[in-house]
């Protein structure tokens, strides 16, 4: 049984930073391309970073380009999210999604239940 157990989420000031961390069981991890997802309240949930399977080529939205980074840790069968220079625009609920595939979309086979980022002004 697949599992995404996300966390690291928080209140946060802006201009702050948080990493998320997404551990992963119950697939195996080389085989996925991995991605965060996130969503604000009233919003659709909209693409953040993926991670390529096999490549390790990333992906990043326009709007955190150079402040979000995103990577995994084999080892630890984890997926990261380092978010620096945090704006209140980015506070959502962010999700883990795995995708056996070579991208990662919104139909995304797995997610996990989601971690709260919340930043103040």
């Known amino acids: 049984q697949v599992q995404l157990v996300e966390s690291g989420g928080g209140l946060v000031q802006a201009g702050g930073s948080l990493r998320l961390s997404c551990a992963a069981s119950g697939l195996t991890f080389s085989s996925y391309s991995m991605g965060w997802f996130r969503q604000a309240p009233g919003k659709e949930r909209e693409f953040v970073a993926a991670?390529?399977?096999?490549?390790?080529?990333?992906h990043y939205a326009d709007s955190v380009k150079g402040r979000f980074t995103i990577s995994t840790d084999n080892a630890k069968i984890t997926v990261y999210l380092q978010m620096i220079s945090l704006k209140p625009e980015d506070t959502a609920i962010y999700y883990c999604?795995?995708?056996?595939?070579?991208?990662?979309?919104?139909?995304?086979?797995?997610w996990g239940q989601g971690t709260q980022v919340t930043v103040s002004s």
């Open positions: 999604a795995a995708r056996l595939s070579d991208y990662v979309s919104d139909d995304s086979a797995y």
């Open positions: 991670i390529i399977r096999r490549s390790g080529r990333t």
